[in-house]
């Protein structure tokens, strides 16, 4: 047949099997990995008892907005053939790389999150949504995290971490900085912004009348020396995963947003 004949479901026919297959093989795979992570008695992201009962709900209802928008653009885009598998993939990601933790002694742990990446491919709504499905996976099924942090929990690294990366990406790459750098800039505020809002979630918490800046201080200077390796390797690693999806599937790149078609 002509090329200028070809039917119009070539090109989906084209990219079905490719998403089907990361769907099929890469979430499943990283789930995995992490159901298999030898696990600790001690909770990661945030134990319960550790966040005062008001707090804990106060955490529930600032997400609360957050989730519902996500949830509306995903139906919205609810004929997004690429949605569903890419979302399943990034929280299968997010799940497996937060479940790889070290103890912290505040009742919580620092571990590397995922979430920058995926906010880089999906966006932060998406992305949002990938971290939920984590984290609430994390709390019922492997004890990771307090169930009554849920909130909390997703609100430093699902939606802070996410809106950070989000922005930095995009910013970056308007004013024209190559894809690898961009990524891993994004990744790197990911984590700090993630780790910003859980240490003020912990100061909040710990702090006694008239000794929260230096409670706040104190919890950063706990989380920084474990923290600060782990998200400079994962800036490390999101920059090297942008730059093979960028070379190796342009158009895919180019279809998620992180690159001009033909370039990178």
């Known amino acids: 047949m002509p090329q200028g004949c070809r039917p119009a479901g070539a090109e989906i026919a084209r ?3 490719d998403i089907r297959t990361v769907s099929r093989r890469a979430a499943p795979a ?29 955490w529930f209802c ?6 519902a928008a996500a949830f509306a653009a995903w139906r919205r885009a609810g004929d997004d053939r690429l949605a569903r598998p890419l979302i399943a993939t990034a929280a299968a990601l997010v799940l497996a790389l937060s479940s790889v933790e070290i103890p ?21 709504r998406r992305a949002i949504l990938a971290a939920l499905a984590a984290v609430v996976l994390q709390a019922f099924l492997l004890g990771h995290g307090g169930v009554t942090a849920i909130g909390a929990d997703l609100a430093s690294m ?12 995009r910013g970056l790459r308007a004013a024209r900085l190559p894809l690898a750098l961009a990524a891993a800039a994004s990744a790197l505020a990911a984590s700090v912004a993630t780790y910003a809002l859980a240490s003020l979630q912990l100061a909040l918490a710990l702090s006694a ?56």
């Open 15 to 17: 990219w079905d099997p």
């Open 30 to 58: 990283l789930a995995a990995a992490a159901l298999a992570w030898p696990a600790s008695a001690r909770a990661m992201h945030l134990a319960d008892g550790v966040l005062p009962p008001a707090q804990a709900v106060l």
């Open 62 to 67: 600032a997400c609360a907005p957050f989730v």
């Open 104 to 124: 912290l002694p505040l009742g919580t742990s620092a571990h590397a999150c995922g979430v920058g990446l995926a906010a880089i491919l999906l966006g932060a």
């Open 158 to 169: 699902g939606i802070a971490g996410a809106l950070a990366a989000h922005a930095a990406f």
């Open 209 to 264: 009348p008239g000794a929260f800046r230096t409670t706040l201080l104190g919890v950063a200077a706990t989380y920084a020396p474990a923290e600060l390796p782990m998200a400079a390797l994962e800036a490390a690693a999101t920059a090297a995963a942008g730059a093979f999806l960028a070379r190796r599937r342009p158009d895919l790149a180019a279809d998620l947003g992180l690159a001009p078609a033909g370039g990178p």
